[in-house]
């Protein structure tokens, strides 16, 4: 193997992908898997994570369906166990579950509170969702690296994180005013927070935790949406549900060695003007 292939290889490596049933987990878990590494697709929705699961395997690559609600500790915990009893480590953590509405067809009434009347029980759940539970699956993964003595984990941000969105693009003609929940810049930001604290509370320990920032991806959102976002971007067009695979490689493997405390920004140009 050449030393480029080398840097990439996961091989005998195991990895959580929280999330791993959703748009970009389902990618994440079968880019990891593809690169070597054994692969525990963790997700709420059990019958999904065993599909994903079971696609793996039907590659002849090594995989794990299990359940995980990332807000409960308890849950969490049997994540873990689970993959120690299977595989007996943990190198990389992905933590790709989240709320993160799509403004998709059908899906108008989770864009129709404005920030005045947003509601608390939606804002107390994403939070629970989008931090509380990226702080439980860091808890528990991070005694397992360190004990292992190495280990990398990588925290899905968004554009959003970095920036207000830009509600002009949600706004159909003749339709009432819908909004992106006020819930998905606060919590994106945080895991930005959240990633730099870890990234410095582990120094020296063989640590490494970084953020990707995907921007929008495509999956048949409503067409002028579309339109609206892709002429946000500098590319001109959302990103396809593969295009944030190699960059998520890249941070997992050895290939990013140097980098820790870090955010990789996959946007197409979206904040770069």
């Known amino acids: 193997m ?6 990439f290889d996961l091989s005998g490596r195991v990895a959580i992908v929280t999330g791993g049933a959703g748009l970009l987990g389902r990618e ?3 880019t990891l898997a593809q690169a070597g590494a054994s692969v525990v697709v963790a997700d709420i929705d059990e019958r999904k994570s065993r599909g994903v699961a079971q696609e793996l395997q039907g590659m002849d690559l090594g995989a794990l369906s299990v359940p995980v609600d990332v807000r409960d500790p308890t849950s969490v915990a049997a994540m873990l166990a689970r993959t120690l009893r ?3 480590r943990v190198d990389i953590l992905v933590n790709s579950a989240a709320l993160d509405p799509k403004f998709e067809p059908g899906s108008r009434g989770e864009f129709a509170n404005a920030f005045e009347d947003f509601p608390l029980e939606a804002w107390n759940r994403a939070l629970e969702v989008n931090l509380t539970g990226l702080l439980l699956c ?5 005694r397992a690296m360190l004990e292992n003595g190495r280990g990398v984990m990588i925290n899905l941000c968004s554009t959003y994180g970095l920036v207000g969105p830009d509600q002009r693009i949600y706004q159909g003609e003749g339709q009432p005013s819908q909004f992106k929940p006020v819930y998905y810049s606060v919590t994106k930001a945080g895991v930005l927070g959240l990633t730099r604290y870890l990234a410095a509370y582990y120094a020296g320990k063989n640590l490494r935790v970084n953020a990707l920032t995907p921007g929008g991806i495509w999956q048949n959102q409503d067409p002028m949406f579309v339109k609206e976002y892709s002429a946000r971007t500098i590319l001109g067009r959302m990103a396809r549900g593969d295009e944030m695979n190699a960059a998520l490689l890249f941070l997992a493997s050895d290939a990013s060695s140097y980098m820790t405390g870090a955010n990789l920004v996959v946007d197409g140009g979206w904040t770069a003007w």
């Open 138 to 142: 860091s808890q528990a993964v991070s």
């Open 2 to 7: 050449d030393a480029v292939n080398k840097m």
């Open 28 to 30: 994440f878990s079968k």
């Open 86 to 88: 299977e595989w007996g």
